[in-house]
């Protein structure tokens, strides 16, 4: 069955970088894009961007340029979201989510990674 | 960026009532490129509808999604207690796709 597993959750201080991982299993890694979606708290959900696993090219919300950097290992099946310059409007939880073509329904997600920024 | 307006913002219902959710869009989504989720506290979004009207694997049929241009509407035709949640519309017409800002449905 499809899963996405995420990294567990993460407390950091303002100007830190996180890094959080999204492993995969159950389908062919690289036939699908992979996006991340976050959600501060009591609020809704928010696209950051997009990777494609096969060639790794990336597409980034024009707020998060500059600081959001997603990779991938498809050795392991695992994207990786890392957002840097952390500051506490950054507390959110961050969720993977997968579509088969770049622009599509987001059909399994991850669990979530709650990610803290707190001095 | 197409913005996604939902309304209402909070809809109250009792179990076995006919829920109507609407989403509109800023512009035109081309090819009905709209899904919805579902959400609960504490649980990630699940796809429920996606293509304005096609249901998702294992959403049964009570859940139905309709409409086309800018407006989109999720009907749940007899509410079961599961079915009380928050509901988001996302479009993926065009780049960067969006989310509406959500409906609660609670139990009244």
């Excluded at chain 1, 990786?80 to 500051?87: G, N, P």
């Excluded at chain 2, 609960?40 to 294992?58: E, F, V, W």
């Excluded at chain 2, 079915?83 to 139990?107: K, M």
């Amino acid at each position: 069955q499809v899963q996405l597993v995420q990294s567990g959750a993460e407390v950091k201080k303002p100007g830190a970088s996180v890094k959080v991982s999204c492993k995969a299993s159950g389908y062919t890694f690289i036939s699908y894009y992979m996006h991340w979606v976050r959600q501060a708290p009591g609020q809704g959900l928010e696209w950051m961007g997009i990777i494609n696993p096969s060639g790794g090219s990336t597409t980034y919300a024009p707020k998060f340029q500059g600081r959001l950097t997603m990779t991938r290992d498809t050795s392991t099946s695992t994207v990786y979201m890392e957002l840097t310059s952390l500051r506490s409007e950054d507390t959110a939880m961050y969720y993977c989510a997968r579509t088969y073509y770049i622009w599509g329904r987001n059909d399994y997600w991850g669990q979530g990674t709650l990610v803290t920024v707190s001095s | 960026e197409i913005v996604l307006t939902q309304s209402p913002g909070t809809l109250s219902l009792s179990p076995g009532e006919r829920a109507t959710l609407s989403c509109r869009a800023s512009q035109s989504i081309s090819s009905s490129y709209l899904a919805w989720y579902q959400q609960k506290p504490g649980q990630a979004p699940r796809l429920l509808i996606y293509d304005a009207s096609s249901r998702a694997t294992g959403i049964p049929d009570r859940i139905s999604g309709s409409g086309s241009g800018t407006d989109f509407t999720l009907t749940i035709s007899r509410l079961e207690p599961e079915d009380f949640a928050v509901y988001y519309c996302q479009q993926y017409s065009s780049s960067p796709q969006t989310f509406g800002q959500g409906t609660n449905l609670e139990i009244k």
